[in-house]
């Protein structure tokens, strides 16, 4: 057996290693692992609409239609990335909902440091920077229904892609820019006793997600929003916005306990974004 068949096989992924690998109480207590699979956040929604229980976690090892957000679609190199979508039944209100999506950006810049020790940093809403390009990406979807006096969240679908053991030649030419993985920028760092195992990635995202999503649930969220600034790589940066009508230059200042961007426009106003609405660049590039 060569080195690659021996870092494939020891880098498996399959139910019983992934529940092996979960220190979760309700994340994952129910898992749903395919080998190759449309979309792992449409199987999620689709589960989440029968009824499944909260927490159900579902893995492919590729994505045939991997979504990314804004229509764009998401690369899935076979067993080179982690590929899962987690469904949750939170009792918040829909306009809530954001700080879900900031708090999962949170707990993977956790979950990738305590398993792989590589620091990487947040660009808002919920882009996983490394080295001013994508490492991993999370796509948050709802639904909700107007029930009695208000609208009421049925389920929240969190997925997350992120960039494990990709090559050069797994990114397309268009991505190649604005992408990495956590193995090129080992390579990149000389990391020679990085260990990068999917499953023990896979295992502590979902911890740092559950501890996250607790106090959330508790409204407690100062914290989540203290650790997105910390780890945040655009505060205090010229940024461009890009909508579909308009693009400009501003300066992103803060973020609000709800999760939106305060940016600061050249004519010296404020304004307030929210994620969905437009994309954000750094001035030269990607990012920064
Ligand atoms: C983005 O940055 O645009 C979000 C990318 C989200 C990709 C993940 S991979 C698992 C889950 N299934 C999907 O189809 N998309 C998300």
Not at 262 to 278: K, P, Q, W
Request: contains cysteine; charged residues 30%; negative net charge.
């Amino acid at each position: 057996m060569n080195i690659e068949d021996d870092v494939e096989r020891l880098d498996e992924l399959n139910e019983d290693i992934i529940r092996n690998s979960l220190k979760t109480r309700i994340i994952g207590r129910d898992i749903y692992y395919f080998n190759s699979m449309d979309s792992t956040n449409d199987f999620a929604k689709k589960i989440a609409a029968e009824g499944c229980r909260e927490g159900a976690l579902v893995v492919a090892d590729t994505q045939t239609s991997g979504r990314g957000r804004m229509g764009r679609s998401w690369s899935s190199a076979y067993k080179k990335g982690i590929y899962m979508s987690i469904v949750l039944k939170p009792l918040i209100e829909p306009a809530d909902m954001q700080i879900i999506t900031l708090g999962a950006s949170v707990a993977v810049v956790e979950g990738i440091k305590r398993a792989t020790g590589i620091r990487t940093g947040i660009k808002w809403p919920n882009d996983i920077i490394l080295n001013d390009k994508k490492v991993c990406g999370i796509l948050t979807e709802m639904s909700s229904q107007w029930k009695e006096d208000k609208y009421k969240i049925n389920y929240v679908v969190i997925g997350i892609g992120i960039n494990v053991n990709q090559d050069v030649e797994d990114f397309n030419e268009v991505s190649l820019d604005d992408a990495i993985s956590l193995k090129l920028y080992g390579n990149l760092m000389r990391m020679h006793d990085i260990r990068l195992k999917r499953s023990n990635i896979i295992g502590n995202v979902l911890l740092e997600l559950e501890k996250i999503y607790f106090a959330i649930i508790n409204r407690e969220t100062d914290d989540i929003i203290n650790k997105w600034k910390e780890y945040s790589v655009i505060l205090g940066k010229k940024i461009k916005v890009i909508s579909e009508s308009d693009e400009y230059t501003a300066t992103a200042e803060d973020i609000t306990w709800d999760g939106k961007l305060v940016i600061r426009c050249a004519d010296g106003t404020t304004r307030e974004i929210v994620s969905g609405e437009v994309s954000i660049r750094g001035l030269n590039g990607y990012m920064i």
